[in-house]
Each structure stands twice: as C-alpha cells, then as structure tokens.
C-alpha cells in the first residue's frame, strides 16, 4: 500500500465532502493531527476507524487501501492486487521482526559470555564476583523475555503428529521446553504434547 497516494486520496475526498481536517477529526473522535498524519502518508487510520472514515467519506475500504476510487469492472482486479499487496507486507514485516529477534539473541549470547569471561577473569574471587555473574545472567534475560515475545508474534507453531498450526500465548511459549525456536507445546486437535516447528509463513 502507498501511504502518500491513500494521504492524498483522504485529503481529495474529504474536501469533496466540505469537510476540514477539524470537521473530520470531530465526527471520529480524535485530532485533527491525527487527520494531517494520514493526508501527509506518514500514518494509516485506524481499523476501528476505517469503516465509519470511509462512510463519513462516501467511499469504500478497498478505495481507501487503494488510494483511488475503483470501478465496477476493475474492483475484483484490485481486490486481487490488494490481497497479494498485504500479504507481501506482512510477509516483510514477519522477516524484519524474525531478523530482530535473532539479532537480539546473538548480541545477548556475545554479551553474556563477555560479560562471564571478564567476571572471571578480572575480578577477583569473592563475593563482588558472584554479584557481578548474577547480575549478568538476570541482565541477559530481558533480552531473551523480549526475543521470545517476537517470536510468538509471528507465523505458527506446526504440531509433528497431525500438522496442526498453533499460536500459542506468551505464557504458554515461555513454559514450554525448547530447542531453539521448536517448543515443546499441547496440540489443541490431536490433545497430544509434541514438539511443534515454528513456521513463520504459513501454508
């Protein structure tokens, strides 16, 4: 979806409608910065909002995420290209978020293991040197809670029994046992404990 082309559109239907930014902000219950956002493409409404901006406006959602009023004989085309547009962008948006978990956790792990070895060797046997490995297994783990936070936001956990695709909570992932990103979890259809693959896009 282009941000800046559905800006414009909002703007061009809005003034159709005799509208102000204000006006506009008013009938929806929010600001009349929130309204610029859009106009200017560096923000998208929001779903809860989308039908009722869309009503006010006298178009359609499919117009709106277009960016152009759709005719009769193209609409099913644009509908088709929409879809593949969403899919490519949450498959994107998957990837980044895949990547910055990994990243996360290799930092983390270096950071851990330089902080251990400096603990070890440079500071002298003690109790400072207990504090200071304590305190930097318990520093390591924020990072890790938050790794695992992104990677339950994304794709699916596959059962190995029956090929069920689970998104588990975050409780439930961070309970279960794990080999790397494989979590050992329930199946909610064959209600058997296995080992579940994580798939980030599903199929």
Not at 18 to 26: C, E, I, S, V, W
Not at 75 to 80: P, R, Y
Not at 173 to 201: D, E, F, Q, S
Request: charged content about 25%.
């Amino acid at each position: 979806m282009n941000q800046t082309k559905i800006g414009r559109f909002i703007a061009e239907c809005r003034k159709r409608q005799g509208l102000t930014q204000m006006q506009l902000a008013d009938r929806l219950g929010i600001t009349d910065k929130a309204v610029s956002k859009w106009e200017r493409g560096i923000a998208m409404p929001d779903t809860s909002i989308m039908l009722e901006l869309c009503d006010i406006l006298g178009i359609s959602v499919n117009e709106l995420l277009c960016g152009e009023k759709i005719s009769m004989e193209n609409e099913n085309e644009k509908n088709k290209q929409l879809i593949l547009d969403m899919a490519r962008e949450r498959e994107l948006k998957n990837k980044t978020i895949w990547t910055s978990m990994w990243v996360i956790m290799t930092v983390s792990i270096i950071a851990l293991i330089s902080g251990l070895f400096i603990s070890a060797f440079v500071i002298p046997e003690g109790v400072w040197q207990l504090v200071a490995i304590l305190a930097i297994c318990i520093v390591f783990l924020i990072p890790c809670f938050y790794a695992l936070k992104l990677e339950v936001s994304v794709g699916v956990y596959r059962c190995k029994e029956c090929g069920n695709e689970l998104v588990p909570t975050y409780k439930q992932a961070l309970n279960a046992m794990h080999m790397g990103t494989t979590r050992y979890l329930r199946c909610p259809k064959c209600n058997k404990r296995t080992w579940h693959k994580k798939v980030i896009n599903k199929e």
